[in-house]
């Protein structure tokens, strides 16, 4: 364990060194350079999780997008097929229809609140 933790750091100290040399932070005083590093951090930070957060999203849209043109279907015309003989695309189709309605309201109530402000 002690030659994975040793063989870490001293890969950490390189990457630390290569980037010093590369971009010259070496010639920085202390405050710039912790300027310089907050400002690194802040980057990759917001970064990471603006992928994790987004990422999925966006792939699903994607793969929705390729579904798309690969097939054709949309999902008013899934629904439509799956009403035809079904009694659970009724189930379907309403709780289509009930999130639609709530979404139109939340829209409603958000331009609402945008127009006061």
């Not at 009403?83 to 639609?100: F, I, P, Q, Y």
């Amino acid at each position: 364990m002690a030659s994975y933790l040793e063989s870490f750091s001293k890969w950490l100290q390189l990457k630390i060194y290569q980037l010093e040399v590369t971009l010259s932070v070496y010639i920085f005083t202390p405050t710039e350079k912790f300027f310089f590093y907050s400002v690194l951090f802040l980057i990759v930070s917001l970064t990471g999780i603006a992928t994790v957060l987004y990422l999925p999203q966006h792939v699903q849209f994607i793969v929705g997008r390729a579904w798309f043109y690969m097939h054709g279907d949309t999902q008013d015309a899934i629904v439509s097929e799956l009403s035809k003989g079904s009694a659970t695309a009724a189930a379907v189709k309403s709780l289509v229809g009930t999130a639609t309605a709530a979404a139109q309201a939340v829209v409603e109530s958000t331009t609402g609140v945008v127009r006061e402000l």
